[in-house]
C-alpha cells in the first residue's frame, strides 16, 4: 500500500510540474468512465467547475450510465432508457461499438478515471475474468500512450453483517463449473474494507494503475471517525460525498489542495470547507 502511495505522490508531482511548464496551453483532457458512483449529484460537472475556477485548460468529459460495469461498457449496446437511473442493453454485435468506445476513440485522453462496484472486486472471479480484463481492453483502446489511468476506489456498502456477495457462475464465465461465485462471507466493517484495499491493489499492481483513496473517507464516515454522513442510501454518495469525491480527484489532478478554491456548489459554506479539509 506504501509503494502505491508513493506512485500516486511522484504522479501528482510530476503531472503538477508538466502542467505549469509545458501544458499551459494544453488542453488536459479528462475521461470518467463508470456507473451512477461516480455521476451521482453531478460529480463530473463539479470536478469541472473546480478545475475550471483557476484554468481554462482542463475539460472533464464522462461515458457513466446506472448500474453498468467496465465489462458492460465495452460489451453492452444501450437500447432505451426511462430515467437517469435505468437503462435498457443488450450484447453488442460483431462490428458495433459501444458508447463509450466511441467516447474512448474521440480524443486522445491525458487521464482515465475508472469506476468499477466494489462488490465486483470481491468476487475474485469477476475480479479476474470481467475487471482485469475490461481495464486491459480500455486501455488498448487509448490513442495517447500517455494518457494516465486512475483507478476509483470504492467503499463499503451500508448492508447488514454477516453478508457475502455472490453472482451466477455462468454468466461470469460459462466454464465455471460451480454454480455460483462468491466474495468471501464478510463479518464486519473493518473486515470489508480490509478485503476492497487487497482488492483493488491486486488490480492496480497487475494493471499498471494508480489508485484514488475516495473509499477511504467513506469508511472513516460508515466507521464515526468523521463526523459527516457521506451515504445516500446503502451505497450511493449524498452531495456531500460527490462534493468529497469531486474535492479529493482535483487534488489528485492539480496537486493543489481544494481549499485553495472557492467553488462550494450546493453546500453551506462551513459544510463545504470542513469538506475540503477532509483530504489533507
Avoid at 502542467?19 to 455521476?39: A, M, P, Q, R, V
Avoid at 456498502?157 to 464465465?173: G, N
Avoid at 459527516?228 to 474535492?247: M, Q, R, T, V, W
Wanted: charged residues 25%.
Amino acid at each position: 500500500m506504501k509503494r502505491l502511495q508513493l506512485l500516486l505522490l511522484l504522479f501528482l508531482t510530476f503531472f503538477s510540474c508538466k502542467f505549469s511548464e509545458d501544458n499551459k496551453k494544453k488542453k488536459i483532457n479528462i475521461l470518467l468512465i463508470g456507473n451512477s458512483l461516480t455521476y451521482f449529484h453531478n460529480m463530473p460537472e463539479t470536478l469541472q467547475k473546480m478545475l475550471s475556477e483557476n484554468s481554462e485548460n482542463f475539460n472533464v468529459e464522462q461515458s457513466t450510465f446506472p448500474g453498468m460495469s467496465l465489462d458492460a461498457h465495452l460489451n453492452s449496446i444501450i437500447m432505451s432508457s426511462d430515467n437517469e437511473n435505468n437503462i435498457y442493453t443488450r450484447t453488442k454485435k460483431p462490428n458495433e461499438i459501444t458508447e463509450t468506445e466511441k467516447k474512448i476513440k474521440e480524443k486522445k485522453w491525458d487521464i482515465i478515471i475508472l469506476q468499477e462496484s466494489s462488490t465486483r472486486f470481491l468476487i475474485p472471479e469477476i475480479r479476474k475474468l470481467k475487471v482485469e480484463k475490461s481495464i486491459s481492453k480500455i486501455k488498448g483502446l487509448v490513442r495517447n500512450e500517455k494518457c494516465k489511468f486512475i483507478l476509483f476506489k470504492n467503499w463499503p456498502s451500508k448492508k447488514d453483517f454477516p453478508k457475502q456477495f455472490c453472482r451466477q457462475s455462468s454468466i461470469i464465465d460459462p466454464r465455471i463449473e460451480k454454480e455460483k461465485c462468491c466474495s468471501p462471507k464478510i463479518k464486519n466493517l473493518t473486515q470489508e474494507f480490509s478485503l476492497i484495499n487487497q482488492a483493488y491493489d491486486s488490480i492496480v499492481q497487475n494493471q499498471n494503475l494508480l489508485i484514488s483513496s475516495n473509499g477511504d473517507y467513506f469508511y472513516k464516515s460508515l466507521s464515526g471517525k468523521i463526523d459527516i454522513n457521506l451515504y445516500e442510501d446503502n451505497i450511493h454518495p449524498n452531495e456531500k460525498g460527490s462534493f468529497l469525491n469531486a474535492c479529493h480527484f482535483y487534488k489528485i489532478i492539480t496537486n493543489n489542495h481544494p481549499s485553495q478554491i472557492k467553488y462550494i456548489g450546493n453546500l453551506e459554506n462551513d459544510i463545504a470547507s470542513k469538506i475540503k479539509k477532509m483530504t489533507d
